[in-house]
């Protein structure tokens, strides 16, 4: 027979549910009507990311302020956040367009009415050309690139058929052997090739150094930049010298964006320095070699504790399947560890400190924004506790979304 202490002591376990009945249905039907008003992070179900709206804030302006005052334009990246609001926000602050890994991104940015934006990979296939060549016909400003002479006759055909101009970059090869064209006499011909197409108008080159991008040690990484990136520049010096219009010299990143404009850069496509990640917090920075500050984290992925039977360590509600990784950090408790426990579990560790109780959030960075976000449905986004909007994630599953 349960007695009248324990009653009162589980009751005093569990003021809040007594308070506040939980029910999630009517917080579901407030965020679908985007009535905010009274949720707490409490309310919300895990694992959930987590956006800090003051930081994020902080790291749009910074990066908006920078580009600005050094000269340099911005097409920022939205692999990272997959989000139109997000890319909204970056062109209000200045962004010329925004720039998109996949065609699918690309048709969420230009079906949003954003103009200006770039589809960074190579359109290759039937689908994907198709899809492009739809996209220019929808937005003039549209543009792509291409590495390779063979995609160069498709688009100029496909372009032809549609009766449209297709906006063209040369990919050139900047140190990253994933995509880019040979630099030097190659790059110009396939420029040269480019431009002198009836239905292509060529508008410069990209050359994106992802090896530069998250080299250690700020010194260190500007010289991998030059190394990577001085080669592009210098085929466009050429494509100039060949009486091309050369309107625009394309690539860089969050680790290089106050590194490249020196090598000649004319834009950048920084996109994690709206979140930040754990892979980017330790590349270091200017000041700091072991750290890099000059954007804060912005968003967590908040999970919850799920189970405490052994000393020292707990079992949280993400997992694999929420791209858990042993690189994670804790927020704010750099003494827990974080391991994989499997496909809807994860264990956090310590050895100091007073670790993490049952029912307990804990919030963490997550080692690469990319993969992290694709696997979320939305952001969250708090003022301290409390929830004051949410971002749908999208472009990342589903036919009309691959
Ligand atoms: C083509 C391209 N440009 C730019 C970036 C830079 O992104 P970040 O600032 O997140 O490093 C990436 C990232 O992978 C990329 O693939």
Redesign the pocket.
Known sequence: MISRRHLLASALAAPAFAARPFRYADIEAKIAKRDFTGITKEDLPTPAMVVDLAAFERNLKAMASYTKANGIDLRA?C??HKSTHIAKRQVALGSLGI?C?TVAEAELMVGAGIPHVLY??QAAGKNKIARTIALAAKDPTFMCVADDPLTVDLLDEAAGAAKIKLNLLADLHAGLTRAGHATGAPGLALAQNIDRRKNLKFMGV?G?S?TA??TKGWEARRAKSITDVKPVVDTAELCRKAGMNVAMIT?????T?NIDKEIGLTEL?????VFMDTL?MTVGGKSDPALYTDFVPSMAVMTTVISQNHKGQVTIDAGNKAMLKPTDRVVGRPEVIVENQGAEYGILKWTEGNGFKLGERAELYCSN??TSTNVYDRYYVCEGDKLVDVWPIMGRAGALQR
């Open positions: 990246h692999k990272i720039t890994a960074s990979s990209m994106y992802g991008s998250h690539g860089g990143s969050t680790g964006y496509q920084a996109g994690s320095y980017y924004l990319d």
